[in-house]
């Protein structure tokens, strides 16, 4: 992650990584996530869904910082956010945004 | 929720489906999905961001009840799984004052669109604003009657084409912020689908509110409304908000009119105490009890 200046917490806070869940054959290729995801995880795919819509895929998984964003904008349900395991279990205080 | 039946499952199979259930999936009534609204339908997004207002407001959704009416919004109370209604063109807010006075331990919602609530409901909102019936409002505004085919709603701006203006529409539209502030309500807010985060913590607001709550969205409305009108799909409507949208919270409400492809000013517009109806009424029951000694 760029930051413009080095935060003087950096040290004490990790930013958190989050894993994105689609549900594909709900998708009715919106493109709302796509166009609205702060750190360009999500794009569109190639490939058709059961309705033969084009639902995204996650582009950039390592990028994800939890936001959620793509999960409010999903008129169909369809996608949604977790916090990756590994972090899950972490001791060190997380800044996580608002939900 | 009901575990779908087999045929549903043979049906609707979902092998893309990654591990975990949706984390609104239990205010939802999945069983019912994929709902009827179009792509790019604003419609969704007021779903999801009341689903996580009420997530967020930690209220008991068992003393809840949600009232509907006729449209595209009028489905709403048919997908989210509290005790629904779904009613009568334009009467939501009629059968919303009979069940909160009948029962008023139960807080009622209203969710439905501009035509069934500013056209035929007209009177029953002014009448229910000016009583101070507890309940929250949810107006969804996507400025045409979307589910009959695209015709004139009261909120379509001046000189927008519908299929019954093929020349443009002649009527000035309905300034909703502007009637329910007139007629009393003690919470009026306006906000886009766009604004999610800023929605959902406006019902959020809205729920712990005792009066007569109105929450204004505007919403893209990608089949009729841009269709008609040359403007693109939902999505370039939503950049078209993402541009045009000024957020002035405390505006006088007379400054909120919307016209074609003009700027929308959002925000939290009222925010007042007034005695609720059911306050007056047990008060003013109680003294006329007192006084013919009867209490």
Redesign the interface.
């Known amino acids: 992650m760029k930051f413009w200046r080095k935060p003087l917490d950096l040290d004490k806070i990790t930013v958190p990584h989050g894993e994105v869940h689609i549900f594909k054959d709900r998708c009715k290729g919106c493109a709302f996530c796509v166009e609205y995801c702060p750190k360009d995880v999500l794009d569109m795919s190639e490939e058709f869904n059961i309705k033969g819509y084009h639902p995204p895929y996650v582009k950039n998984p390592d990028d994800c910082l939890e936001c959620h964003l793509c999960e409010m904008l999903c008129p169909e349900f369809a996608i949604f956010v977790t916090l990756k395991e590994e972090e899950k279990s972490a001791k060190v205080p997380i800044n996580k945004g608002e939900k | 929720m009901e575990e779908p039946t087999k045929a549903i499952k043979e049906i609707?199979?979902?092998?893309?489906?990654?591990?975990?259930v949706?984390?609104?999936?239990n205010l939802?009534r999945m069983e019912r999905?994929?709902?009827i609204?179009?792509?790019?339908?604003?419609?969704?997004?007021a779903?999801?961001?009341f689903t996580?207002a009420l997530t967020?407001a930690n209220i008991d959704t068992n003393k809840m009840s949600i009232v509907s009416g006729i449209g595209c919004t009028g489905r709403v109370a048919g997908y989210v799984k509290l005790d629904s209604f779904h009613t009568t063109h334009g009467r939501p807010i009629a059968f919303g004052t009979g069940i909160r006075v009948a029962n008023p331990g139960i807080k009622v919602v209203v969710f439905s669109g501009d035509g069934d609530l500013i056209a035929i409901g007209g009177n029953h909102f002014i009448h229910a604003a000016r009583r101070n019936i507890d309940m929250l409002v949810i107006c969804v505004n996507n400025f045409i009657y979307a589910m009959t085919g695209g015709q004139v709603a009261p909120t379509t701006p001046l000189a927008a084409y519908a299929t019954t203006s093929p020349y443009g529409c002649v009527e000035p539209p309905f300034n909703i912020p502007y009637i329910a502030d007139s007629a009393g309500a003690v919470y009026v807010a306006r906000w886009t689908t766009?604004h999610?985060?800023r929605l959902?913590n406006s019902i959020t607001e809205a729920l712990q509110k005792t009066g007569f709550s109105v929450v204004e969205v505007i919403s893209p409305c990608g089949m009729y409304y841009s269709r008609i009108n040359r403007l693109g799909d939902?999505?370039d409507m939503?950049?078209f908000y993402h541009d045009n949208v000024e957020i002035r919270n405390g505006e006088d409400t007379k400054n909120l009119d919307i016209g074609f492809q003009t700027k929308i000013i959002c925000g939290k517009f009222v925010d007042r105490e007034r005695p609720s109806y059911m306050e007056r009424y047990n008060q003013w029951l109680s003294e006329v009890k007192g006084a013919r000694g009867e209490g």
Do not use: F, N, Y
């Open positions: 609707h199979p979902d092998p893309s489906a990654t591990s975990g949706h984390p609104m999936e939802l999905m994929p709902h609204w179009c792509p790019t339908c604003g419609i969704g997004l779903v999801t961001a996580a967020k766009l999610v985060r959902t939902g999505l939503m950049r």
